[in-house]
Each structure stands twice: as C-alpha cells, then as structure tokens.
C-alpha cells in the first residue's frame, strides 16, 4: 500500500519561505510522477508542480513558476518544494499526490492520481 507523508508547513510573512517535504512509501516501481497540490475552503483542489522521479523533469503552473521549485532526492524517496517569495494567496492546504509514468510529461491535474497525502497547512501572513 502507498503512502505518503508531508512534513514543513507552516506559517510565514509574505516574501518568506518554506519548505515542504513528502516521502512515499510502498511503490514498487522505480519512476513515477509526483506532484503538489493545494486547496482552499470552497475551491477545487490545484495542481502546483508535478515532477518526473526517472529524470527530474518538473513543470510548474503558471502561479507558482520562478518562486517554487519542486525537486527529489531518489535515496530517500522524497519529493520537495521550496516555496519563495510566499503570498497570502499561497495560503493552503498542500497536498502531494503519486501516480504512475505513462510515458509523457506529468500532469498538474487532479485526476489520475494514484494516492495522496494528508496535508499539510501553509499560511501567510501579509
């Protein structure tokens, strides 16, 4: 059974920083895609970033591009963002999902996605 655990939440002022952890557990294949999301009370879940774990490659949505940056370490199992230049806007609940690589670029949409974490909150303060 997968499992994914977040860690790094918190609270900053806005033009801070954080960093988010989420280490899987559970997946036998040795490449897959994982991605962040976020969501906030009333509003669908949003993909932030998606990462390929063969090869690192990263795509980003357009409101988070040039402040976060997701990345892995493959030893650990583990996927992070680093999240810059915070918002109150960035204010969520993040969310890290995982799913298999059908062979093209990973998705930032919130269908297909294989298992997810439990959260963790982020909050910014202006």
């Known amino acids: 059974q997968v499992q994914l655990v977040e860690s790094g939440g918190g609270s900053v002022e806005a033009g801070g920083s954080l960093r988010l952890s989420c280490a899987a557990s559970g997946y036998t294949a040795s490449s897959y895609c994982m991605a962040w999301f976020r969501q906030t009370p009333g509003k669908a879940r949003e993909g932030v970033a998606a990462i390929y774990t063969g090869d690192g490659n990263a795509v980003y949505d357009d409101s988070v591009r040039g402040r976060f940056t997701i990345s892995q370490n493959n030893v650990k199992n583990t996927v992070y963002l680093q999240m810059n230049s915070l918002q109150p806007e960035d204010t969520a609940m993040y969310y890290c999902?995982?799913?298999?690589?059908?062979?093209?670029?990973?998705?930032?949409?919130?269908?297909?996605?294989?298992?997810w974490g439990q959260g963790t909150q982020v909050t910014v303060s202006s």
């Open positions: 999902a995982l799913r298999p690589w059908y062979g093209y670029r990973c998705p930032t949409g919130r269908y297909g996605w294989n298992a």
